[in-house]
């Protein structure tokens, strides 16, 4: 049973009152058909929509079933619209977007119903009406009566309990408005209608009561109601909630009629999605290229460790000296000091390891199907020696006497050849040969004694100018006149076609070791590294003449220390094992000894360089994101004011606030969702293109530039993140307006 008691309503602006209800007290049955009569601004639709809840009272009270609406908030009025009220108003304030069944389907769908019961309650809803043949087409196809049959039909579908009609005839023809009428007439069998009308002789021939207002006040009642002879109900409130899933479906609709719109602003809401994108494309296509790279090599990189390490965390600061200090405490040697001029200087310390463990862990361990050689390198150096043609002993390694100033004179040049490079000079011409797999054999063998020797080439088959100084295969002369050409700019090759390499096979070296004894070295094989390697274009000796010097130094080194380990796996899938090999013996004792891939960390490096520069450029495309993102929010403020009369619509059949900012909150959804696909639809076809051009063009083999699923789901989630950001203002702007004022909206 509803109540009105004391009800006025106040409206304030531009400190002008007005008053539109003055003390309005009425008391209604169950089931009656009130018709409100009055002269325009009488105040019987201000009347009409207190009752509804739309408006609401400056004073008095409502009570509803014995209960009082004093402290009903926002979500008690929603939730009595939409299950107790039913609208039937003048203008129909039908959704234009949506088809008849889902316009009367809408108020249910605030009530929790099933989608299954909400559909077959709305058919037959428009069955009683008459409107079974149209329930696909939308309202624009409808005639005016039609169109009221499906306001009365949602006003009736969720089987409220009052059926509020304000002018329901007032834009119908005399027939038409009879058909209404007599429909009212029936729901008011077993339903309180009040209708608010201009026309006393509709009022008379179907209300079974008349009110008449004027001035905000009730000046007549044909049947007054003291409220005592029927039962309360006990109807408990039951709050509603828009489903995400309608909110989409009625934005999806909306969107569809202004395709146009819809698709422009998503393709430039996809332009910053396309750039970040390809970014990341490329950054993952080069990161990819990279480890393929370091992958497919011939050889395996070798994981190196190292006998001494800095130790930043045990760094000091102390007062400077013009001498660098050396500072010893137990295993700690050395310093590095960052200025001897300045008054304090940082002194970084250097530590060892124990290396003797480490060695005899990796020899005793089974590691024959995964790790093709250990070298263990000391700081021992052999002293080795030729006799030149006069007859004269010169000391070849390391390099000393003449053949450093030549050196000297080529790196104080200023040139700009780049066929023969300053490393071609510099290097030196003897070095340990830590495994053969990378050379290819070109004459003779390879060595297998510690008296054999292997002339190794590059994979250009170039060779070093000190080492064919050091071959006799370059007088002093020669070298001169070659350094010479250097320096004036002119190019300089040697190449095993050029030169008599063959020559080089058993020439003799001579070994001293620190005991006094000494051996003779002799060229066994000639051999061509295989790819990149700047171990290559020098004279190779075995680690076993290595281990004979050490043995005949007279104590000064020991083969249980080495002061460097590199470990050479089979392949690069064998490198896990091996560092899980050193993990193993880390865990084992209770150490922390580092190792380094100097091929991964090259790679690292890499990577590091591409992702940062990856992420300064995505810093830059996202600011077309936040501009799209603007945008939308515009074009959500323009649909706001477009849909105005559908946001006094929604909350008049109950929809809450919120439930209006899901619906504004779905559009943008769709719209950054929309955004976000295209922008991954066109990045996809612009990598393909740029694929199709490196394939042609072979401007990188194996290079492909493609984003991955991950990164393509989280621009479409950023995307939406960023629409649904930007849309929230108008949303909540929508979620504000006045319903009454809302519906007046053309």
């Known amino acids: 049973m509803l109540q009105l008691k004391n009800i006025s309503r106040v409206y304030q602006s531009d400190e002008i009152e007005t008053k539109a209800l003055d003390g309005v007290s009425i008391n209604f049955r169950k089931s009656e058909f009130v018709s409100i009569l009055g002269p325009s ?96 087409k939308k309202p ?146 080069v990161n990819n290229y990279a480890d393929k790279m370091l992958s497919s090599g011939s050889t395996p990189s070798a994981i190196t460790i190292d006998r001494s390490y800095t130790d930043d965390s045990a760094s000091s600061f102390s007062l ?13 040697l050395g310093t590095d000091d960052i200025s001897t001029n300045s008054l304090v200087t940082r002194q970084k310390t250097i530590r060892y390891y124990d290396m003797k463990p480490l060695k005899a862990y990796l020899d005793a361990a089974d590691t024959k199907s995964y790790i093709d050689t250990i070298s263990y390198k000391y700081n021992y150096v052999p002293d080795i020696f030729t006799t030149t043609n006069s007859g004269k002993k010169v000391k070849v390694h390391p390099i000393e006497n003449e053949l450093d100033s030549l050196t000297a004179l080529f790196a104080s040049s200023s040139r700009t050849s780049t066929d023969v490079s300053e490393s071609d000079v510099l290097k030196t011409s003897f070095k340990e040969i830590v495994n053969t797999r990378p050379y290819e054999l070109l004459e003779g063998k390879l060595p297998e004694h510690s008296s054999e020797l292997l002339l190794v080439l590059d994979k250009d088959s170039k060779i070093s100018l000190s080492t064919l100084y050091t071959l006799d295969l370059m007088s002093r002369d020669e070298l001169t006149n070659t350094l010479s050409k250097l320096n004036a700019g002119e190019a300089a090759s040697f190449k095993s076609e050029t030169l008599n390499l063959k020559d080089a096979l058993g020439k003799s070296y001579e070994i001293a070791f620190d005991n006094g004894t000494s051996r003779t070295l002799s060229i066994v094989g000639i051999a061509k ?119 006094g619509i929604l909350r008049a059949i109950g929809a809450s606030k919120r439930d209006v900012v899901r619906v504004f909150r779905a559009e943008t959804i769709i719209e950054g969702l929309v955004a976000g696909i295209l922008g991954m639809l066109f990045a996809e076809l612009l990598c393909l293109l740029a694929n199709a051009i490196i394939s042609v063009f072979k401007l990188a083999d194996g290079l492909t530039v493609q984003f991955t699923p991950v990164h393509a789901l989280i621009l479409i989630a950023i995307s939406v993140l960023l629409t649904v950001f930007a849309g929230s203002v108008p949303a909540r702007r929508a979620s504000r307006k006045d319903p009454v004022e809302a519906l007046r909206t053309e």
Request: without cysteine; aromatic residues 6%.
């Open 41 to 136: 601004g009488s105040g019987k639709t201000t009347l009409l929509n207190i009752i509804g809840g739309l408006d609401h009272y400056t004073h008095g009270d409502i009570i509803i079933d014995g209960i009082s609406t004093k402290k009903y908030e926002d979500r008690d009025w929603d939730a009595y619209r939409n299950h107790r009220i039913g609208f039937v108003f003048q203008s129909y304030n039908l959704i234009g977007h949506q088809t008849i069944l889902s316009n009367v389907e809408l108020a249910l769908t605030l009530s929790g119903v099933s989608a299954s019961k909400r559909k077959q309650l709305a058919m037959d809803a428009l069955k009683k009406v008459g409107l079974e043949n149209h329930m696909s």
């Open 529 to 647: 590294a295989k790819d990149e390697n700047d171990d290559s274009g020098f004279l190779g000796y075995t680690h076993a003449l290595i281990e004979e010097g050490i043995k005949n130094s007279a104590g000064k080194y020991s083969l249980d220390t080495p002061e460097s380990i590199a470990i050479y796996a089979k392949t690069n899938a064998d490198k896990e094992k091996v560092t899980a090999l050193l993990d193993a013996y880390n865990k084992e004792h209770n150490t922390i000894i580092k190792y380094t891939d100097s091929a991964q960390l090259s790679i690292d490096l890499i990577k590091n360089v591409i992702n940062i520069l990856s992420y300064v450029l995505i810093a830059f495309v996202a600011i077309s994101l936040v501009v799209s993102s603007i945008m939308i929010g515009i074009i959500t403020y323009i649909s706001v004011l477009e849909r105005t009369k559908e946001i």
């Open 320 to 332: 400077a000296t013009d001498d660098k200090t050396e500072v010893k405490s137990g295993t700690l």
């Open 140 to 285: 624009s196809q409808l005639s005016g009566g039609q169109m009221q049959r499906v306001a009365i039909a949602r006003a009736l579908v969720n089987n409220p309990d009052i059926i509020l009609a304000d002018e329901p005839t007032g834009a119908l023809d005399s027939k038409t408005s009879v058909q209404i009428m007599d429909l009212l007439k029936e729901v008011a069998k077993d339903k309180l209608v009040i209708m608010v009308t201009h026309n006393p002789d509709l009022a008379k021939a179907y209300s079974t009561r008349i009110i008449n207002v004027k001035d905000g006040k009730i000046v007549s009642d044909t049947k007054p109601f003291d409220g005592k002879s029927e039962d309360k109900s006990e109807n408990a409130q039951k709050y509603t909630s828009l489903s995400l899933l309608t909110a989409l479906n009625l934005s999806k609709n909306n969107l569809m009629t202004k395709r146009g719109r819809t698709f422009l602003t998503a393709l430039a809401g996809s332009i910053g999605i396309i750039g970040i994108a390809l970014i990341l494309a490329l950054a993952n296509g």
